[in-house]
């Protein structure tokens, strides 16, 4: 049996924490090189090459309004722009909890179509954690909750679930925040 890849997406921000979110590429697209692994994380098994088209399952919002889960199927890395870098989390996903796009347009949506994406449904999307500077009340410091703070308790989950290795949760630990 074929396994599926998972890996961490890190979009570098020099002022805020980057944005992180999880990356399965699609099996039928075409190849891209093989991404940095940090040096600080186990070795992970050799991975040929990653494609650059796949789905993307993160929370997308900010800290002052919250999140909402948010999955881009048949989504290019490359058309997007945006400065990134890959880490492998997981070389070994069971491909049965994975859904198949091909032949699909590009969309973006938050239903859970496959059992990795109902299970990143179950793990709540933050709500806002940053207060406004004029806010009355209590004043101390906030415990800010973001695409960061979700995607640990998303690994978490499927750690304990059974659907990735403990080895994706130090892979995560080493993982670049900004």
């Given at each position: 049996?074929?396994?599926?890849?998972?890996?961490?997406?890190?979009?570098?921000s020099?002022?805020?924490?980057?944005?992180?979110?999880?990356f399965?590429?699609?099996?039928?697209?075409?190849?891209?090189?093989?991404?940095?692994?940090?040096?600080?994380?186990?070795?992970?098994?050799?991975?040929?090459?990653v494609?650059?088209?796949?789905?993307?399952?993160?929370?997308?919002?900010?800290?002052?309004?919250?999140?909402?889960?948010?999955?881009?199927?048949?989504?290019?890395?490359?058309?997007?722009?945006?400065?990134?870098?890959?880490?492998?989390?997981?070389?070994?996903?069971?491909?049965?909890?994975?859904?198949?796009?091909?032949?699909?347009?590009?969309?973006?949506?938050?239903?859970?179509?496959?059992?990795?994406?109902?299970?990143?449904?179950?793990?709540?999307?933050?709500?806002?954690?940053?207060?406004?500077?004029?806010?009355?009340?209590?004043?101390?410091?906030?415990?800010?909750?973001?695409?960061?703070?979700?995607?640990?308790?998303?690994?978490?989950?499927?750690?304990?679930?059974?659907?990735?290795?403990?080895?994706?949760?130090?892979?995560?630990?080493?993982?670049?925040?900004?």
């Amino acid at each position: 049996m074929t396994t599926r890849p998972v890996y961490l997406i890190v979009y570098h921000s020099p002022l805020f924490p980057a944005h992180w979110a999880l990356f399965l590429p699609n099996l039928t697209s075409t190849p891209s090189p093989t991404p940095p692994i940090s040096s600080s994380s186990p070795p992970p098994p050799p991975v040929p090459e990653v494609h650059k088209t796949g789905t993307v399952l993160n929370v997308a919002g900010s800290s002052f309004s919250g999140f909402a889960h948010e999955f881009k199927r048949n989504y290019d890395l490359e058309e997007d722009g945006r400065s990134y870098s890959l880490f492998l989390l997981d070389a070994d996903i069971d491909p049965g909890l994975v859904g198949d796009t091909r032949g699909e347009e590009p969309s973006v949506d938050a239903e859970g179509r496959d059992e990795l994406e109902r299970l990143a449904l179950s793990v709540p999307a933050p709500g806002p954690s940053l207060q406004p500077g004029a806010a009355k009340g209590r004043r101390g410091r906030a415990e800010i909750r973001n695409c960061q703070t979700w995607l640990w308790e998303a690994v978490q989950a499927y750690v304990e679930a059974g659907m990735m290795h403990s080895i994706a949760l130090e892979r995560l630990a080493a993982a670049p925040v900004n």
